[in-house]
């Protein structure tokens, strides 16, 4: 397996320095890079939003103040990932130039200031950073302590200026050619909305159209698609002068304004910003849904990937600041080395003194001013010391432990994708009070978690080969002849399972004709009629073998043809019919769970099926408690297992090991 960074290949400790903010106070400097080395951190991320001290003034580049940080970080054995600055325009630029700032939804253009706010199809824009990154690549893409290229910083948002609205009127022209077939995907006959000019589309928008949900399927493409051709525009301008260096960019888990998995072949490496909320919860609670994003990052290229962004201690953006409690730091950076993460780095390792994330967690506080008292006193804070003993257990994994070039490797795959979240979420009459797509992919993660079993996370254009299992939930909308991949998959063996809402649209949410789930009847051995949703708080039951399992929120109606009755309803009209399926396809199976349940009876289907299937746990045999879970990484020679406790009581690793049951 290649190395994420050839030139340094090791699991990278550090984290978002911003030196350009104490520029006035070279003393500052000096003291970072002596508390740099006494937490273990071997990389920083530099020049993120330094593009003011970059270029003061249009055509005028000041980059001798970076070479020198960059030649002090080496010197010390502190390597750099070096970042473009486009993610904040100066004012200068923004002034002088209002297209390269956004327009919102209610047609207003920004006013200069923020972040993450220019437009994509601006020109001018473009063309300033393309400049930008082609001179930073000229100037440092040679230099021995750059190891990464830091693309932007959390890529998102939209723009509907006149550029934008052009832009997605080609790209429509593209994908359909006329305007007959774009009527037709987006049934623009409902309302009489019918297009006879291209210049009628816009965006869908609150004081507009947004009731054609093909309209706004396509935006959000739109949108993504420009994303990451900005990307790819920056990625090729680094990549013009110094190929040798990956590039990567911060992403930001379910973050829904973007399909993240059209990032993954335009980049060398994933890397994102995690930030639970530590103790806000049950622990454990928290620690299921950030194990499924870790997983969902790895599952974009099927690869390492980096945190990119954590908090030692504490954020400054959520309703309280809560602090992590003893032994959390250490706990949730090993959990995302455990699922795949190359690196464990922080934002941010020095507090600024003002502005908006002054009070947000760092490796120094404001305690840490400059000279020997400072490092003394930094060095007594509780968080330095967190951050120190992640650095020494990554320093083990470097040497001896020679974890770097392990990866996961999992007999189990979760479909999550994108598109399909954005269908469901925009899809009337369904459950209009909560579909829960992202809560429902969670609650069929969970038992896998619970058992330490490892779970790779795919979309719709994703390789199912190599898997076992296979676990589909809410295929509302079916694209890219995805049924043919999960028939194939069945047929020669594989076990598929899939519920409710499965196969109802087509990629421009037409509504599949002639029963659902679409051309997947003979796949399930049943078609679906109809869908009970259910007020919260009202119930059914669904009883397996004489146990009865709460449902909640769905209950299909099917009619099964070959499948097998595995489950029925026990209350209301429809009681005594088919609510779980078994049919066999091929030399495989597919089940089907017409109900959401309660977890109960997921974790009974789940646990028969690691079982039956010979799937590999991490620890094989094992019984975790409660809070407990384990995670493997592994190659050809070694293999890993990382055991962690999300609960505050002291677990007895004898009662779970595999020579005790």
């Known amino acids: 397996m290649e190395p994420i960074t050839p030139k340094f290949p090791k699991l990278l400790h550090g984290g978002d320095y911003n030196p350009d903010q104490w520029l006035h106070d070279p003393d500052i400097l000096a003291t970072d890079i002596e508390l740099m080395k006494k937490a273990g951190i ?52 923004s002034e002088k130039y209002e297209e390269v700032r956004r327009v919102q939804e209610n047609g207003v253009r920004d006013r200069s200031g923020g972040r993450h706010n220019h437009c994509y199809t601006s020109p001018y824009y473009r063309e300033k950073v393309r400049e930008m990154d082609r001179r930073l690549a000229l100037r440092f893409g040679k230099h021995p302590g750059v190891i990464l290229w830091h693309l932007s910083n959390e890529y998102g948002g939209a723009c509907y200026c006149p550029l934008c609205v052009e832009a997605f009127r080609a790209w429509l022209r593209e994908k359909y050619g006329t305007l007959d077939a774009l009527n037709l995907a987006w049934w623009t006959h409902f309302w009489s909305h019918t297009y006879t000019d291209w210049d009628q589309i816009y965006p869908p928008v609150p004081n507009g159209e947004t009731c054609t949900h093909g ?29 040798e260096i990956p590039v990567t960019a911060n992403l930001m888990g379910f973050y829904d304004g973007l399909d993240y998995f059209k990032f993954g072949p335009e980049l060398d490496v994933v890397s994102w910003d995690n930030y639970p909320q530590w103790h806000t919860r049950d622990n454990a609670e928290i620690a299921v849904f950030s194990a499924l994003t870790h997983d969902l990052m790895r599952g974009i290229k099927r690869a390492p990937f980096l945190l990119m962004e954590s908090t030692p201690s504490s954020t400054n953006w959520t309703p309280a600041a809560m602090l992590k409690r003893p032994g959390m730091h250490l706990l949730s950076s090993l959990q995302a080395v455990a699922h795949g993460s190359n690196s464990v780095q922080y934002f941010q390792f020095r507090k600024g003194r003002g ?81 829960k797509y992202v809560e429902t992919v969670l609650e069929h993660y969970r038992t896998f978690w619970e058992k330490g079993v490892q779970v790779d996370v795919t979309d719709m254009d994703g390789d199912l080969s190599g898997y076992k299992l296979v676990i589909a939930p809410m295929l509302y909308m079916v694209r890219g002849g995805f049924e043919r991949k999960l028939k194939a998959f069945v047929e020669n063996g594989g076990t598929l399972v899939a519920t409710y809402w499965t196969g109802l649209v087509d990629e421009t949410d037409l509504c599949v004709t002639g029963g659902f789930p679409g051309n997947m009847t003979d796949l399930f051995g049943l078609w679906d009629e109809e869908w009970d949703a259910l007020p919260d708080g009202f119930t059914n039951g669904v009883e397996v073998d004489g146990t009865v399992y709460t449902a909640r929120e769905v209950c299909a109606r099917i009619h099964p043809t070959t499948a097998e009755v595995l489950g029925v309803y026990t209350e209301d009209f429809y009681r005594g019919e088919a609510a779980f399926t078994r049919n066999r396809f091929g030399a495989g199976t597919a089940y089907y769970l017409a109900a959401r349940t309660d977890t109960d009876l997921l974790r009974r289907l789940y646990g028969t099926l690691l079982e039956t299937l010979g799937i590999r746990a991490a620890l094989p045999g094992a019984v975790l408690p409660r809070g407990v879970t384990a995670h493997a990484r592994e190659s050809g020679t070694a293999r890993f297992v990382f055991v962690g406790n999300y609960t505050d009581a002291r677990a007895n690793t004898r009662r779970f090991s595999p020579e005790n049951g």
Not at 66 to 81: A, F, K, Q
Not at 216 to 237: I, P, S, Y
Not at 403 to 410: C, D, I, K, M, Q
């Open 215 to 243: 309209l706004t399927l396509d935006w959000k493409r739109f949108v993504t698609r420009q994303t990451v051709d900005f990307m790819k525009m920056e990625r090729d301008a680094v990549k013009s002068v110094c190929p």
């Open 355 to 435: 502005s908006s994330e002054k009070f947000h967690g760092a490796v120094v506080d404001h305690v840490g001013d400059r000279g020997p008292l400072a490092i003394a006193r930094t060095e007594n804070t509780r968080v330095f010391r967190d951050v120190k003993e992640v650095g020494e257990r990554l320093a083990f994994l470097n040497g001896d432990g020679r974890l770097y070039g392990t990866e996961v490797r999992a007999e189990v795959a979760i479909v999550f994708d994108t598109e399909n979240r954005w269908a469901i979420d925009g899809a009337a009459g369904l459950r209009n009070c909560g579909t």
């Open 42 to 93: 071997n990389c920083v991320s530099v020049g993120i939003f330094a593009w003011a001290h970059l270029e003061p003034r249009e055509g005028v580049y000041t980059f001798d103040w970076l070479e020198e940080i960059l030649d002090d970080l080496y010197r010390n054995g502190i390597y750099t990932v070096l970042a473009t600055p486009s993610g904040a325009k100066p004012l200068w630029m």
